[in-house]
């Protein structure tokens, strides 16, 4: 989002891969945050010196989980301005686009508190609060577009016909998993042998 004066597209999708990437969250967990979580959280990278902004990590604390067990995820320095940068620009460019819509229309436009809202490219519910679904399927068709594939033999169940077809060769959820690896041996690096799982 910083970069956007140089480069127009939208920055949503990539921000929300950099999060699981970086915290191991889930697509629903991500779906799930609030713009009041990460303006306590960028209260805190304000607080803290230079070093700790750009190469530090700061809690965040989450409530929608899996089981609904609440945890605590570490959120890169890097990352918070970008997200910043992205509520108070795209995001809230796609929230006056929602707002105008519903007045065209004479509907009534309720501000969400979720952090990823559905793009302003989103004509019906540009504004609406993102689904984990919608940010799944933003993944897959970039793992697409970029030629991360493998094909998959298939056959028409009207004809019998067997053909190939070219799918996305990760899922959302595989950033997570390399979250899990990265973490693994950097613990295993720095000498902590009881986290071995």
């Given at each position: 989002p910083?970069e956007?004066e140089s480069?127009?597209r939208f920055s949503?999708?990539?921000?929300?891969?950099?999060?699981?990437?970086?915290?191991?969250m889930?697509?629903?967990?991500?779906?799930?945050?609030?713009?009041?979580?990460?303006?306590?959280?960028?209260?805190q990278w304000l607080a803290?010196?230079?070093?700790?902004?750009?190469?530090?990590?700061?809690g965040?604390?989450?409530?929608?989980t899996?089981?609904?067990?609440?945890?605590?995820?570490?959120v890169?320095?890097?990352?918070?301005?970008?997200?910043?940068?992205?509520?108070d620009?795209?995001?809230?460019?796609?929230?006056?686009?929602?707002?105008?819509?519903?007045?065209?229309?004479?509907?009534?436009?309720k501000?969400p508190?979720?952090?990823?809202?559905?793009?302003p490219?989103?004509?019906?519910?540009?504004?609406?609060p993102?689904s984990?679904?919608?940010?799944?399927?933003a993944?897959?068709?970039?793992c697409l577009?970029?030629?991360?594939?493998?094909?998959?033999?298939?056959?028409?169940?009207?004809t019998?016909e067997?053909y190939?077809?070219s799918?996305?060769?990760?899922?959302?959820?595989?950033l997570?998993?390399?979250f899990?690896?990265?973490?693994y041996?950097?613990?295993k690096?720095?000498g902590?042998?009881?986290?071995?799982?």
């Open positions: 910083t956007r480069d127009l949503r999708n990539r921000l929300a891969c950099e999060l699981a990437l970086a915290t191991g889930r697509v629903d967990e991500i779906a799930s945050l609030t713009e009041f979580q990460l303006r306590g959280l960028y209260q803290a010196d230079e070093t700790e902004r750009e190469d530090g990590f700061f965040l604390g989450i409530i929608k899996k089981r609904a067990k609440p945890r605590t995820v570490y890169p320095g890097y990352l918070i301005p970008e997200l910043m940068a992205y509520l620009g795209e995001r809230e460019a796609s929230i006056k686009q929602g707002a105008a819509r519903a007045q065209r229309k004479g509907h009534k436009y501000r508190t979720s952090l990823f809202v559905n793009g490219d989103s004509s019906q519910h540009s504004g609406n993102v984990a679904t919608s940010l799944s399927w993944f897959k068709q970039a577009a970029a030629g991360v594939t493998h094909f998959v033999e298939k056959i028409d169940i009207e019998g067997r190939l077809e799918l996305a060769k990760h899922h959302f959820h595989d997570r998993h390399t899990a690896v990265w973490s041996h950097d613990l690096k720095n902590d042998e009881k986290k071995k799982k």
